[in-house]
């Protein structure tokens, strides 16, 4: 089976979403039905139900993921193992927001590209809150992400930054309203300063991402708590005011799954970052 079909087949059967897999994987929703219906020919049974509670794997299926899982890995292992071994090359993804993507990631990725120029680099952007699902999922295979206090004993990290978390607004005298974070450890440590402070917060906004939290403070819609990386990096931060907090800083670290360490490209990234 072509290496291309397993690797379809496995992100599928990690999201359970066929509209996400087509989307994230470039490919259109006609040829991954087609490529699932290959496999199910191949392997003499139905790999996937779709029913009212959505996609599903059957039996079979699961037995199939463990295949295709093992069967990338060897070829992984043939090629590394080689008497005279090819240069490095796939794909590795990686996830980041948008100011991890312009402040770390040059800096970071900048080792492995000069070792291993044929590894192409796919970078995913989205929600801070989201990396370590994204990765946990496996939809990537590293993600620059904030590190929690309990981080997942199913992932390993590496600190890459230490960022303040800020108070920033276009009015020095207003007391709020604020806009926070709608989810991810930004969010909780606002809260935890709100509580601390006595605070009952009026929330005028809960963007999904610290750069349209910024925007939005920078539109005046009330005063916003982001980290400072984020601050610097941001366009808007010449029209906007940092106020006075004592505020815990945000770790920031290089993460990838503990499994996933002896694989060639997430063994090359973690041994030169």
């Keep these: 089976m072509e290496h291309r079909e ?45 029913g009212p509670r959505g996609v599903v794997l059957t039996p079979e299926g699961q037995r199939f993921t463990s295949y295709a899982e093992r069967a990338l890995e060897l070829w992984d292992d043939y090629r590394t193992g080689a008497d005279e071994p090819a240069e490095l090359a796939g794909v590795l993804r990686i996830f980041a927001t948008v100011t991890a993507c312009q402040a770390l990631l040059p800096d970071l990725l900048a080792p492995l590209r000069e070792a291993h120029p044929q590894i192409r680099l796919d970078i995913r952007t989205g929600d801070a809150a989201a990396a370590l699902a994204r990765l946990d999922e496996g939809e990537v295979d590293a993600a620059v992400a904030g590190i929690p206090k309990r981080f997942p004993q199913t992932m390993v990290t590496r600190t890459v930054a230490v960022t303040d978390l800020v108070l920033v607004t276009t009015d020095p005298a207003a007391d709020g309203p604020f806009v926070v974070p709608a989810r991810g450890l930004v969010r909780e440590a606002a809260f935890r300063w709100f509580r601390r402070r006595g605070i009952k917060p009026a929330i005028a906004a809960e963007p999904d991402g610290h750069e349209a939290l910024l925007a939005l403070v920078a539109l005046g819609c009330g005063t916003g708590i982001v980290p400072r990386l984020v601050l610097e990096s941001s366009p808007s931060a010449d029209r906007l005011i940092e106020l006075p907090a004592d505020l815990e800083p945000l770790t920031i670290g290089l993460c990838a799954r503990r499994a996933d360490l002896r694989k060639p490209l997430i063994a090359a990234l973690w041994g030169l970052t």
Excluded at 6 to 25: I, V
Excluded at 32 to 50: F, M, P
């Design 6 to 50: 397993l690797e379809l087949f496995l992100h599928l059967a990690r999201t359970l979403n066929y509209g996400r897999t087509s989307l994230e994987c470039h490919v259109s929703a006609a040829t991954l039905t087609r490529t699932i219906q290959r496999l199910e020919v191949r392997a003499g049974a139905r790999l996937l139900d779709r």
